[in-house]
């Protein structure tokens, strides 16, 4: 049986398609597309006329993947920027007509009980006690997990499209706009913060901003390397997020690993990733390709 999972995202629409037989798995093709889909309107909870347009481009390219692939069920599954749009079921219709594939909006709750089952997919246990984080366009997803289970979860609306829609940054960011980034989302973790004790705790970073953190240590081009699971030393996160963030637009489109759709986006999530660090302790950080998709994945072999 082959099955296609599309992740319509706030930033990009990602595609993943598995060959599956009984409880074994083989990926055969992963894919994306940039949508950007909260571009002018993610923080008036709008879709606009031009994220329709970019959606249903992606759609249709992903499409013709998936015929060529003569995939046998497809899902479908909407985030961030489509739950909180108020032109949701229009935009949801839209697609349906124009591209002929049925999407499912999930909620954030949903989102990080599918980003953990995805990690299970990538680790079999999670026997040590874990966070899970994955960074994306709309929100961001953290689950505590213990001996396997989760203790934990939620989903912030404080995703990466939201920060640069709302806090214009400079080119290169100043250190008052650094602090001005990190101080809203402190504020905004505060959920967080209550919930997760610091210490103790392996940091697994999924998809997104770890990817991306992955290839700029590895030097190698985004998508060429599939990382099921990669520790990434605390030293090798400092060294980029120093690089990284004292960065310019352009020093950034030039470097090794960086992937383009990501430019913008990266130097927020980094100041959020090295603020969780600081204040929940972490030693330990292990980067993950699987998440979302992957947690369909999961849920179709193992439910």
């Given at each position: 049986?082959k099955?296609?999972?599309?992740?319509?995202g706030t930033?990009?629409?990602?595609?993943?398609?598995a060959?599956?037989k009984d409880?074994?798995?083989?990926?055969?093709y992963?894919g994306k597309?940039?949508?950007?889909?909260?571009?002018?309107?993610i923080?008036?909870?709008?879709?606009t006329p031009?994220a329709?347009?970019?959606?249903?481009?992606?759609?249709?390219?992903?499409r013709?993947?998936?015929?060529?692939y003569?995939v046998?069920?497809?899902f479908?599954?909407a985030t961030?920027?489509?739950?909180?749009?108020?032109?949701?079921?229009?935009?949801?219709?839209?697609l349906?007509?124009?591209?002929?594939?049925?999407?499912?909006?999930?909620?954030?709750?949903?989102?990080?009980?599918?980003?953990?089952?995805g990690v299970?997919?990538?680790?079999?246990?999670?026997?040590?006690?874990?966070?899970?984080?994955?960074i994306?366009?709309?929100?961001?997803?953290?689950i505590?997990?213990?001996?396997?289970?989760?203790?934990?979860?939620?989903?912030?609306?404080l995703g990466?499209?939201r920060?640069?829609?709302q806090?214009?940054?400079?080119?290169?960011?100043?250190?008052?706009?650094?602090s001005?980034?990190?101080?809203?989302?402190?504020?905004g973790?505060e959920?967080?913060?209550?919930?997760?004790?610091p210490?103790?705790?392996?940091l697994?970073?999924c998809?997104?901003?770890?990817d991306?953190i992955?290839?700029?240590?590895?030097?190698?081009?985004p998508?060429?390397?599939i990382r099921q699971?990669q520790?990434i030393s605390?030293n090798?996160f400092?060294?980029?997020?120093d690089?990284?963030?004292?960065?310019?637009k352009?020093?950034r489109?030039?470097?090794?690993?960086?992937d383009p759709?990501?430019?913008?986006?990266?130097?927020p999530?980094?100041i959020?990733?090295?603020l969780?660090?600081?204040?929940?302790?972490?030693e330990?950080?292990?980067q993950t390709?699987f998440?979302?998709?992957e947690?369909?994945?999961?849920?179709?072999?193992?439910?």
């Open positions: 049986m099955l296609a999972v599309i992740d319509l930033n990009t629409c990602n595609l993943l398609i060959k599956v409880k074994n798995y083989q990926l055969i992963q597309v940039g949508v950007k889909l909260g571009k002018g309107g923080n008036k909870q709008l879709l031009e329709f347009v970019r959606a249903t481009n992606a759609l249709n390219e992903h013709q993947t998936i015929e060529k003569e046998d069920k497809v479908a599954i961030s920027a489509v739950r909180d749009a108020a032109n949701r079921k229009e935009f949801e219709t839209h349906l007509r124009e591209t002929t594939i049925k999407l499912v909006t999930i909620s954030g709750d949903q989102e990080a009980q599918l980003i953990f089952e299970k997919l990538a680790f079999g246990k999670l026997e040590k006690q874990s966070l899970i984080m994955d994306g366009g709309g929100s961001n997803e953290f505590e997990t213990n001996n396997d289970q989760i203790v934990w979860k939620e989903s912030f609306p990466m499209a920060i640069i829609e806090i214009p940054l400079s080119d290169p960011i100043t250190t008052d706009e650094i001005t980034v990190e101080k809203y989302f402190d504020q973790l959920l967080l913060w209550r919930n997760v004790q210490g103790k705790l392996q697994i970073g998809s997104g901003a770890f991306t992955a290839d700029l240590i590895d030097q190698t081009s998508g060429t390397k699971q520790a605390l090798d400092n060294r980029i997020a690089q990284v963030i004292f960065s310019t352009e020093q489109e030039q470097m090794k690993g960086m759709l990501r430019v913008e986006m990266i130097v999530a980094l959020f990733i090295r969780v660090i600081e204040k929940l302790e972490i330990k950080i292990t390709d998440a979302l998709r947690g369909i994945l999961y849920k179709w072999i193992y439910d």
